[in-house]
């Protein structure tokens, strides 16, 4: 099994953002979270991308500490020097999802579960955590749950709550397939089900793909174009099974956020974000520029990444550009899925 393992090289030299966002996000999260009498319970599903340990409970599949060392001085299992997009939204407005199988961290099932786990694809279907295995972990969680809330069970989250849950899908990064509609119908949904759904990144700009690449087409960012156009084909697809979706569940929100976008701005305009001379460089890699990124060697140096996966400085940045709704269609705030 390829644990594909990503992150967009942000440099430490990204210093002077990071402190400005350091202050402008909490600010941002605190007046956001006066609004929010009750927190949203949140069900996610997907990759890396919002794996919270699940690898680890899952597969026993060990992930070394320079992971998590800048918010949680451990090891969580999270493949990020710090907190993940879903950790800063639910930081905002509810506790950190433990993962789904995780039996020791005293699960706390009341405010959602996290699905999502390293290395998850739409396709192929059986593969150890495809969405569709995550969707059918679901479907035995929520019929369980169910079962024990008509027990007496009361630390256990209710229909009501399921009804009113935001179902959160971020996945798509490990293979492009244009067959994301993973039988969303296995989610048994119903008419005011919510969505928040993320695009793919821009694949031909990770320097673990552009040091593989032996021909490159590259655009005018120096990304790899062939790349790029795969991952626009699978938003494509994406955006037309959201229009499809929207269509079946006329009163569902489903809230579409191009995180390409977002990520695509951070690279094209990296100036713009501070000093970040070169955004398709990995910040500890090997081997100087243009990628400084080598196959061969993993990284030792602490807090920086492996050639795919966002640090935690660039996640802040995405995350404080997935809030302020200007890449969301609709444009709907987080808020709205506080109940
Ligand atoms: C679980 O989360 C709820 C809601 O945030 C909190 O009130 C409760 O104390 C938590 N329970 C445990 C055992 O952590
Ligand atoms: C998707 O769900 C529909 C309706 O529940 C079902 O008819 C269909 O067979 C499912 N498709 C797959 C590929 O599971
Ligand atoms: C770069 O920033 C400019 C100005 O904000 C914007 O018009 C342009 O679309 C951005 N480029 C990309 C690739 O996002
Ligand atoms: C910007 O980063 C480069 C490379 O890391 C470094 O040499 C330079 O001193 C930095 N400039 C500033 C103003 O921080
Ligand atoms: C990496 O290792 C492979 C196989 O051991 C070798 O063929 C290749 O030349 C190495 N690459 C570099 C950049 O050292």
Not at 176 to 196: E, G, I, M, P, V
Not at 231 to 249: N, Y
Not at 280 to 286: E, F, N, P, T
Request: with cysteine; aromatic share 10%.
């Amino acid at each position: 099994m390829a644990f594909r393992v990503l992150a967009l090289p942000i440099c430490g030299s990204l210093l002077v953002v990071v402190i400005v966002l350091a202050i402008v996000v909490p600010l941002l999260f605190t007046s956001a979270a006066s609004q929010c009498k009750h927190p949203p319970t949140i069900f996610i599903f997907g990759d890396s991308n919002s794996n919270t340990g699940g690898l680890v409970v899952g597969l026993g599949f060990p992930i070394n500490l320079l992971n998590g060392q800048t918010f949680f001085h451990r090891s969580t299992g999270r493949l990020s020097d710090g907190r993940l997009v879903i950790d800063f939204l639910c930081d905002l407005k509810t506790n950190f999802l433990n993962p789904y199988l995780d039996l020791l961290e005293g699960s706390n099932f009341t405010n959602g579960e996290n699905f999502a786990i390293v290395g998850s694809s739409t396709l192929p279907k059986f593969d150890p955590f495809s969405l569709n295995i995550q969707v059918m972990q679901f479907v035995r969680y929520k019929a369980r749950t169910l079962e024990l809330v008509l027990a007496g069970s009361t630390n256990m989250i209710s229909e009501e709550r399921f009804k009113n849950a935001l179902y959160m899908i971020d996945i798509g990064q490990n293979y492009l397939s244009a067959a994301f509609a993973a039988n969303l119908s296995d989610l048994q949904l119903t008419k005011r089900l919510k969505f928040w759904i993320h695009n793919t990144g821009p694949l031909g700009c990770l320097p673990q793909k552009l040091v593989l690449i032996e021909e490159k087409d590259l655009d005018p960012h120096g990304c790899i174009l062939r790349y790029n156009n795969a991952a626009k084909l699978f938003i494509e697809g994406l955006l037309e099974t959201c229009h499809k979706l929207r269509s079946e569940l006329t009163d569902a929100t489903i809230v579409y956020v191009d995180i390409y976008s977002i990520k695509y701005d951070l690279i094209a305009n990296s100036s713009k974000y501070g000093n970040f001379s070169n955004p398709l460089m990995m910040c500890c890699g090997y081997g100087g520029p243009p990628y400084n990124y080598d196959r061969n060697i993993t990284c030792s140096e602490p807090g920086h990444e492996d050639g795919i996966h966002y640090t935690k400085a660039a996640n802040t940045i995405v995350v404080s550009k997935v809030l302020s709704k200007t890449y969301s269609s609709p444009g709907t705030a987080f808020d709205f899925f506080c109940q």
